[in-house]
């Protein structure tokens, strides 16, 4: 469910992305991947402070690996747009 959401937020629709994504969350909520996945939403809806918060959830070992860019694209395949907005909300 968590790709098909970001499936989803790479092609445009945002709203049905956050709202599956935020099932998965209900389900995993302590999961790095899905709060870096929410980060990475809230980035782009604007709400960067929420999104630091999100990061923030995260083990700063775990947290590292989920703002490096080569790590996204090539072991979790993160779509595009996605990677785009974690790091943007990391580097805040």
Sequence with gaps: WLRSAMVQFQIGDRFG???LLRRVENRFPEAPE???AV???LFAKGDKAGSQK???QI???QRKQYTDENF???KL???PVMIENVLGAANL
């Design 54 to 56: 999100y990061l923030l």
């Design 17 to 19: 992305a956050f709202d």
């Design 59 to 61: 083990p700063e070992e």
């Design 34 to 36: 899905v709060r870096a």
């Design 39 to 41: 980060a990475a939403m």
């Design 77 to 79: 395949n993160w779509p």
């Design 72 to 74: 996204l694209r090539s």
